[in-house]
C-alpha cells in the first residue's frame, strides 16, 4: 500500500513539471537605426501582427511554447521583407546588417536555418543571375532569339540549382529543412514531394507540414499518370466545354486570370505552341475572374488572340483547389487518356514551353 502510495504521489509531482510551458526569447539588432523602419513579429496562430518596439538598434521579444507546438517557424517583417525565424526554448539571436540582411542563430533549428541558409544560397545566386540577366533583355525588348537563349540559360541554372537543393534537404531531417523545402516544393509533382512528406511527418503538427500535405493530395490527384477527373465549365460563348471532350489529344491546363501580368505575356507564347501541336495538342485556358469579369474576360481573349478553347471557373476556387494551384499561371499536362503528367509555376518562353512538352510528347 505504501509502494502504491508513493508512486501516485510521485506522478502528482511530475504531472505539473511535464506540462510546463516552455520560454523563448528572440534578442536582436538592427544596424540601419532608422525611426521610420519597423518591424513586426507574426507567429501564425498565436500571436500575429505584434509591433515589436526597437530602441538604440535594440529589441526583444518573449514568449511561451506548449509541448507538441515547437518547433515551429514564425516571421519577422521589416520593411517589404520577410524573415523566417524557429521558435523553440532558448534565447534566439537575430541581427540585421545595414543592408537588411539577416543573421539568426543562438538555439539548434536556428542554428540549423542559418548553416542551410548560407549551402542553399551560392545555388540560389548562381541561378538569379541568369534570371536577371533574361529580365533585363525582356525589359529592354530584346529580339526574341536573344530572350529564348537567355531563357534556356536561366532553365539550365534553375534546374541545376533545384537538383542541388532537393538533394541537400533530403539528407537533412531537422525542422529547419522542412521550412526551407516549402519553397520547392510548391513546384514539384507527386513523386518528389511524397519522399518529403515522408520525411518530416514527425512535424504534422505544424502549418507547414499540412501544406506541403495538401500540395501532395493535390499532386497525387493530378500528376505522375493520376486519372484527373473530368470537368466541365462555360465558354464565353455559354457553351458547355468538358474536359473529356479532347479525349485521344494531348491537353495542357492553363489557369489564369485578367490581371495577372505574367498570365498576359505568357498568353503569345501559348499560341506559338498551339500552332505547332493542334493537330495533337489543345490548350485550354481557365479563367478564374468573377462573373462580374467576364466582359475584361473576353476583352483580354480578344486582346491577346488566345483562339485555343476558353473556359471560366467563376468559383475561383473548385478547380484550382483541385488541382493544387498555388500562383498564376500554373500549367498541367493532361495525355490523350485523361492522365494528369506534369505541371509547370509561372511564365515560360516559347523555347521553355517546347522543352515541356517534349519530355512527354514524343
Known amino acids: 500500500m505504501k509502494k ?4 501516485i504521489l510521485f506522478a502528482a ?3 505539473p513539471a511535464l506540462s510546463q510551458k516552455k520560454t523563448y526569447v528572440i534578442k536582436g539588432t538592427v544596424e540601419q537605426i532608422n525611426p521610420e523602419i519597423k518591424l513586426t513579429f507574426n507567429d501564425w496562430g498565436f500571436r500575429s501582427g505584434l509591433d515589436i518596439i526597437v530602441e538604440n538598434g535594440v529589441f526583444e521579444v518573449k514568449g511561451e511554447l506548449e509541448e507538441g507546438t515547437y518547433p515551429r517557424v514564425a516571421s519577422i517583417i521589416i520593411m517589404r521583407g520577410k524573415y523566417n525565424v524557429i ?3 532558448g534565447e534566439i539571436n537575430v541581427s540585421f546588417d545595414n543592408r537588411m540582411k539577416i543573421t539568426i542563430g543562438g538555439t539548434p533549428e536556428n542554428d540549423n536555418l542559418q548553416r542551410l541558409n548560407g549551402i542553399l544560397g551560392k545555388y540560389d545566386d548562381a541561378s538569379a543571375a541568369t534570371f536577371y540577366a533574361w529580365q533585363a533583355a525582356y ?4 529580339s526574341e532569339q536573344e530572350l529564348e537563349e537567355l531563357w534556356e540559360k536561366a532553365e539550365e541554372a534553375k534546374d541545376e540549382a533545384r537538383e542541388m537543393k532537393l538533394k541537400i534537404l533530403k ?3 531537422n525542422y529547419a529543412s522542412l521550412v526551407l523545402t516549402l519553397g520547392l516544393t510548391r513546384y514539384e509533382g507527386a513523386k518528389i514531394t511524397r519522399q518529403f512528406v515522408k520525411q518530416f511527418k514527425r512535424f504534422a503538427y505544424t ?3 499540412q501544406l506541403m500535405k495538401e500540395h501532395y493530395d493535390a499532386m497525387a490527384r493530378c500528376t505522375d499518370g493520376a486519372m484527373v477527373k473530368d470537368f466541365t465549365l462555360p465558354a464565353p460563348d455559354g457553351k458547355m466545354v468538358s474536359l473529356s471532350d479532347f479525349r485521344g489529344k494531348w491537353v495542357l491546363l492553363d489557369f489564369w486570370y485578367v490581371k495577372c501580368p505574367w498570365c498576359r505575356r505568357l498568353a503569345p507564347n501559348l499560341g506559338k505552341i498551339y500552332d505547332e501541336n493542334k493537330d495533337k495538342l489543345e490548350i485550354i485556358s481557365i479563367n478564374v475572374d468573377k462573373e462580374s469579369d467576364k466582359e475584361d474576360m473576353i476583352r483580354v481573349i480578344k486582346e491577346d488572340n488566345m483562339v485555343w478553347t476558353q473556359v471560366n471557373d467563376k468559383t475561383k476556387k473548385d478547380l484550382p483547389k483541385y ?3 498555388t500562383g498564376f499561371p500554373t500549367l498541367f499536362l493532361i495525355d ?3 492522365r494528369g503528367i506534369a505541371m509547370k509555376v509561372g511564365y515560360c518562353e516559347a523555347g521553355g514551353l517546347r522543352r515541356f512538352l517534349n519530355e512527354y510528347i514524343k
Not at 4 to 7: A, E, G, V
Not at 139 to 142: F, G, H, L, R, S
Open 323 to 325: 488541382f493544387g494551384v
Open 336 to 338: 490523350p487518356q485523361g
Open 13 to 15: 509531482i511530475c504531472l
Open 139 to 142: 525589359n529592354k525588348k530584346a
Open 207 to 209: 502549418n507547414g507540414y
Open 87 to 89: 521558435l523553440e526554448p
Open 171 to 173: 539528407e537533412n531531417k
Open 4 to 7: 502504491f502510495f508513493t508512486l
